[in-house]
């Protein structure tokens, strides 16, 4: 009895001060893809536009991001990014779309491909997606690569 009465106070304050040491994992299992790029002016593609991504989860839970960006390269020279603060959602194992806007800052390059006789390209996808649970600040990056028709219709992913 008197080993328990010395021991409580000690496992009471243990628990107090290791009870509030959760943090939440941070977000995995999230997929990104370019379903399509739609030009501002068909005419001069490198002009920017518009990408249309597919985000895919993997997760058991639903996720939120506050906002995404996004490293474009084209045949492994980059030409651009494409952000937005447009927040979205993804429940559990499912996916969903996005429109993002495009600006290129190699413009000759992307001249040079949508010109070409076959103006599909290979790209690669760097994106930062950017979520908050509760007053934790995460960044999940993901890597994505397929094939991307400049002219304006539908890519491909790999």
């Known amino acids: 009895m008197r080993i328990l009465r010395r021991c409580l106070p000690a496992l ?3 628990a107090l001060v290791f009870a509030g040491c959760a ?3 941070p977000p995995s299992g999230i997929t990104t ?5 739609h030009p501002t002016d068909a005419s ?4 920017g536009g518009t990408l249309t991504l597919r985000f895919a989860s993997e ?5 939120g991001f506050t906002r995404s960006t996004h490293k474009l390269f084209l045949n492994d020279t980059y030409v651009g990014k494409a952000a937005t603060d447009v927040p ?5 194992l499912t996916s969903t779309t996005q429109d993002v ?3 290129f800052e190699n413009a000759a390059l992307v001249r040079q491909l949508a010109g070409a006789s076959d103006s599909h390209a290979t790209y690669r996808l760097e994106s930062i997606l950017f979520q908050t649970v509760n007053d934790d600040n995460y960044e999940l990056k993901t890597h994505s690569e397929g094939s991307l028709d400049l002219r304006g219709t539908a890519g ?3």
Request: hydrophobic letters at 55%.
């Open 101 to 103: 806007p495009v600006r």
């Open 12 to 14: 009471a304050l243990f």
């Open 59 to 63: 997760s058991i839970s639903p996720l």
């Open 23 to 25: 943090s939440t994992a």
């Open 88 to 92: 979205f959602g993804l429940a559990p």
């Open 156 to 158: 491909a992913a790999k």
């Open 33 to 37: 893809a370019i379903l399509g790029f």
């Open 44 to 47: 001069h593609p490198e002009a």
